[in-house]
């Protein structure tokens, strides 16, 4: 079966001939771009954010043309064969796996659930751009079907129909309130005289989406750019191997296909059953053996009640020791005395060189140095999926999950009542439920995410050192995020000041944004409007 089996985009003839040179083919969804600018393949993923088009699409719709002026491509094959031994000995018979750091690829997977993109993006070495719901309104029903993945796993049951018909309801529910949510918004923000047609509309577009995102379901289809070297590409590809879900696995049987066409050395371990093989046996097996392992221990326990963010471990010498830590470069002292040094120093005085340290930062992008990796916080979040979608793309730090579910509860925007569908959105939720129940009960369990709309809660940690938490925290904080996310980012700053007691390092975060905004997209519009026009 082609993966996915719901999208065969088709092209013309023509069109076919454009794309065969800088696409490894034309005719599945998962496909790596080659002969291209590597500006070009950045600009295509780019684009991934805001439409709902396919890369290849995009390509011929906005960039085919100017490369056309250009010399044709070509395929360099200098050198290849030699390298390709001399990768093969060093990776195979010395072990050397950071050779495979030094090439890398882009490779494109369209129609791929919204459970795995969190698989595709879970590495922390590769860089990835995916659908945005908050831009593009997912009502497109190529083959008159909606976007939503059915597993496989679902062929012969009998809870098939069902699931269809509850996926179906949902997004009927979030296509039919869209013109309705933008009018509601409409009516609560008119458009001021200043501001052009094009930036309220996209203000009030992005206010719906962000309002309905949650009457998607998990199964949600998404398309996602990846960048990553062989080494990264190998790592992610063994994981998905060992995946318990059919389209993970199927998903990275057609990416090991594409991506051969144009890193094969850095790929050749996956094959070989002493090598790869033997690593997704271990990585399966593990999985297996430690849930067996821990079901008698946390099973039958009840979670206990916890808010939507709770600082769950910090180090109450944090401070301190980042001062410690900022003094290293600048003495000749050894670590261990200049941590009692910091700890004979007055409060006051740890801040003044904290705030010398950090210097005079004028925007979010100016980041202190690596003293601030030297203490670090663990926060236990229970947050509507979609914010964690969001959140999880940050991958320096740590992060783990639990199984998506319908038993945490879900959120419910206020909007959703004043604009009139509270009655459509509880419907969504219970069908969700029930859906997501049956089919636990039914021995389809690890499918059962699938059937989970976003506005639904998933349990997840994230555990940062200070420099992450300046760099998660400022971002998404931003007066333009989401109000999910930019609330659980708010209640992690609070938690580092008041909690972990570490003010300065708190206040050494100074553009964390903890306003309260109607309308989030406004003023980042009214900017990139500015921009625009000043180029004209």
Known sequence: MAFPASIAETFTPEETR???????????AVFVLRNLPETVKGALFAR???????????????????????????????????????????????????????GGAHIACEGVSNILTKVLERGRLMAYLEQSTRYVAYTDRPNGQWKYHVP?????????????RTLDAAFEAYARWIPRMEQHFRERYPKAPDDSDAVYRSVIRAKALDTLRGLLPAATTSNVGL???????????LRMFAHPLEEVRACAQEMLTELRHVIPAFLARLDQPNRGGRWIEYLAATRQAFAAAADGYVTDAEAEPRGEVTLTDFDRDGETKVVAAALYAASALPDDQLQRIARRMSAGDRAALLAAYIGDRANRRHKPGRAFERTSYRFDILADYGAFRDLQRHRLLT???????????????????????????RRVMDQSAELFEQLAAGGLEPIAPYAVVMAYR??????????????????????????????????????IAEVAGHRAIAAAMR???????????????RAMEQKRQSRH
């Open 18 to 28: 454009a794309l065969d040179p800088y696409f490894t083919n034309t005719d599945r």
């Open 48 to 102: 991934y954010s805001r439409s709902n088009k396919s890369v290849r699409r995009l390509f011929l719709d906005e960039f085919l043309g100017q490369l056309q002026a250009d010399t044709p491509p070509r395929t360099s094959t200098v050198g290849t064969e030699r390298a390709d031994r001399l990768y093969a000995r060093v990776l195979s018979e010395y072990g050397d796996d950071s050779v495979a750091q030094l």
């Open 152 to 164: 496989a796993e679902l062929e012969g049951s009998s809870l098939r129909v069902t699931y269809v």
């Open 227 to 237: 960048f990553g070297t062989g080494q990264a590409f190998e790592a992610l590809l």
């Open 399 to 425: 992060i783990e999950w639990q199984p998506l579910t319908t038993r945490h509860g879900y959120v419910e925007p206020v909007a959703i009542e004043e604009a009139g569908a509270l009655s459509d959105w």
């Open 458 to 495: 998933v349990r997840f940690y994230m555990e940062m050192n200070a420099r992450e938490a300046m760099h998660v925290i400022e971002l998404r904080t931003s007066p333009q995020g989401h109000p999910s996310y930019r609330r659980i980012c708010q209640l992690m700053h609070n938690a």
């Open 511 to 525: 553009f964390a944004d903890h306003s309260e905004v109607e309308l989030e997209r406004l003023q980042a519009e």
